[in-house]
Structure formats: C-alpha cells, structure tokens
C-alpha cells in the first residue's frame, strides 16, 4: 500500500475489525472516513459470479464518467484479468483477505494513469463475507483525470493479506504472502489456501 488514503482506510478498518477478521458491516461509520469517502465503494459479493456496486463516491464515479451503482464490478477489467479478479474477489469474500491490487487505466485517448485499489470484507455475522468494503485511488494527477473517463484498466499487481497477517506500515507485522507481477499469460502458482488458487502476475 502506497498512497495515504489507502493505508488510512486498511489502518480503520483494522483497528474496526478488533482481531476479528473482518469487522460487521454496521461498524464502519462513514463519518470516521470522510477524507477517503469520494473514493471508496461497497461490493455486493452474495450473487456471484455477479459482484455489483452498491455504493461508489463522488470521486470514483468522475474517474469512470458515469454513476457506478448495480454494475459489475468485473466489468471494468479486460478480459485476460478476468480470472484473477474472480480470485481477488474469492480470497475477500471467501477467507475474509484484503486484497492490495496496482492497476493501469486507460482513456478513449489512450493516456494510462496508475491507480490503487484496496478490496477489505466486511461480515454479515456468520463466516460469510458477502460486503467488501473498497477504495481505488489515483498515484497521479495527470492533466486529464476528470475531463476523459477511464474506459478500461488490467491489473500490474496484487497482494493478499490473510486476517492474521499485517502489513509492513503496521507495527508487529508477519509476512505477506503476494502475488507480485503478472504474467503473460496469467499461470497458477503452487500455493492453496482451502479451494483458493493463489495467481501470480506481471505486467503485460
């Protein structure tokens, strides 16, 4: 994690989440991040394959030009990415990890932005994890983000944080088990968490 409203949002939902592994979805109080509101989001993961945004901010929706509530959140990634996303939004909802993802954004221009997205369960009081709690953020400023939408985005990077590890900008950590590039094409590498297939990547 890079930018300050993606540690900021991972440090809240930590301390929220009090050594559970994921916090109920009640407890995240939006005036607690009102800095990061304009670019968090919340995921409806309970009909998958279909993940749906219930809610997107202000800021999120100006970098896709358009109102992001009931889309698929599968859909604003290429299709060579789509099997890496179904197991980000697996390792979340079904093993309560965060997922850490660098991606590429690109206009109808094809100027490219990087952009940093934070994926964070959220429970629904039992084991499942059907809410995710997110944030996609841009590293840049770039002259043109908020005149040309982002049309299109693959993934570069992904960690996994599973509920019992912490990442390195928190005191006490434990190793993090990443995905650090992505391949071309994407392979699975040997690694099994329970029915999870952990990928790895590089970019392309």
């Not at 559970?20 to 394959?49: M, N, W």
């Not at 959140?73 to 660098?102: H, Y």
């Not at 709690?133 to 400023?141: A, D, T, Y």
Request: charged share 25%; net charge positive.
């Amino acid at each position: 994690m890079k930018h300050r409203h993606t540690l900021a949002l991972y440090d809240y939902w930590n301390r929220v989440r009090a050594g559970a592994p994921a916090p109920r979805r009640g407890a995240v109080e939006p005036a607690d991040i009102r800095a990061q509101l304009g670019d968090t989001f919340i995921l409806d993961a309970s009909g998958r394959p279909s993940v749906l945004f219930r809610l997107a901010g202000t800021r999120l929706c100006g970098l896709y030009g358009r109102e992001m509530k009931n889309r698929d959140f599968r859909s604003l990634f290429t299709s060579r990415d789509g099997g890496a996303v179904e197991t980000l939004v697996a390792a979340v909802s079904n093993d309560a990890a965060a997922a850490v993802v660098g991606l590429e954004g690109r206009n109808d221009r094809g100027d490219t932005i990087t952009l940093e997205m934070l994926l964070l369960p959220l429970s629904n009081g039992s084991l499942r994890y059907d809410r995710i709690l997110g944030i996609l953020v841009p590293m840049e400023n770039p002259y043109w983000l908020g005149l040309h939408a982002v049309m299109e985005q693959r993934v570069t990077s992904m960690r996994l944080l599973w509920p019992e590890e912490r990442p390195a900008h928190l005191p006490g950590r434990a190793e993090t088990r990443a995905v650090p590039s992505v391949p071309e094409p994407l392979h699975l590498v040997g690694e099994r968490r329970a029915h999870l297939v952990v990928l790895e990547g590089g970019k392309r």
